[in-house]
């Protein structure tokens, strides 16, 4: 399977970042230098795809702003001795190409992955969602859900554990066989109760779809608020090919949220060579003090 394009679904009003997001796009909220969708294109470049096709809407022009050409300022942080921040700003904006796609309605993520028809075409692609920074695995998670869906030629939606108290925040997949590390999915049900769910694998996001969604997506029914749920649309998928479910080996953080944030923020800190030690040992010390 040759994926060369990633969707990231970028339109939402980040109501969970309040106020922040009334003035800033959520997905150029700071996750320490650089903002959260410099990661999750990071990852797919990591992953070796190279089209990022981001469903914005009115009011996100600034992320298009980010990834315009600024070699002023990589030359700055070269002048100061900042090589790793500077080679990370030219990375993206030479080994990616950008689609900028808009979704005038926010009807949900199913929604706007449909926006994204034109711009993708009858080709497999990836789907990323900003809000989930996922790091430390053993590859890019997006990248091991290549493999899977490479290896069994059919679409792939990353899952985790999750606890009974969190379950009915989730889309739930029914697992049949496991296959090595990919698992048959059977059915999806979208946020049931914890008593109701079919396993503890929710999905989280990442994902590789066939071209097929889609007409899926074409068929699918609108819920609450006239929204089309993505789910709904694999569901759909199911009815006329195989989907596979995959646990990713890294850590994900729930970015879209001040918790969520801060967490990741400290994880991925203390993981850096550049800031790793110097922010331990302050954190330590702070602990220290109570």
Do not use: C
């Amino acid at each position: 399977m040759d994926v060369r394009k990633a969707v990231i679904p970028a339109a939402g009003l980040g109501t969970r970042q309040l106020p922040t997001s009334k003035a800033v796009p959520k997905e150029l909220l700071p996750l320490i230098d650089r903002p959260l969708l410099h990661y999750i294109v990071e990852e797919a470049l990591d992953a070796g795809l190279s089209q990022m096709v981001i469903v914005t809407s009115q009011g996100k022009d600034a992320m298009a702003n980010y990834f315009d050409p600024a070699p002023q300022y990589e030359e700055l942080l070269e002048r100061r001795g900042e090589t790793s921040l500077a080679t990370a700003m030219r990375r993206v904006r030479e080994e990616a190409e950008f689609i900028f796609v808009r979704q005038h309605q926010q009807l949900g993520l199913g929604h706007a992955v449909y926006t994204a028809r034109n711009a993708v075409g009858d080709e497999p692609f990836a789907v990323m969602l900003p809000d989930d920074v996922i790091g430390g695995g053993e590859a890019p998670a997006i990248g091991e859900l290549l493999d899977t869906a490479t290896a069994h030629d059919a679409s792939v939606i990353a899952v985790e554990q999750v606890p009974p108290e969190r379950i009915s925040s989730y889309g739930v997949v029914a697992p049949g066989e496991a296959d090595g590390d990919a698992i048959r999915v059977l059915g999806m049900v979208e946020k049931p109760p914890a008593a109701e769910a079919p396993s503890d694998l929710g999905i989280v996001g990442r994902y590789v779809l066939t071209p097929e969604l889609f007409g899926a997506m074409e068929r699918v029914t609108p819920g609450a608020g006239g929204e089309l749920q993505l789910t709904d649309g694999i569901a759909l998928l199911l009815e006329e090919q195989p989907v596979y479910a995959r646990r990713f080996t890294g850590t994900r953080y729930d970015a879209g949220n001040p918790m969520g944030m801060l967490r990741a923020s400290v994880s991925l800190a203390l993981r850096r060579s550049d800031i790793g030690p110097a922010f331990r040992a302050w954190l330590q010390d702070e602990l220290a003090q109570g």
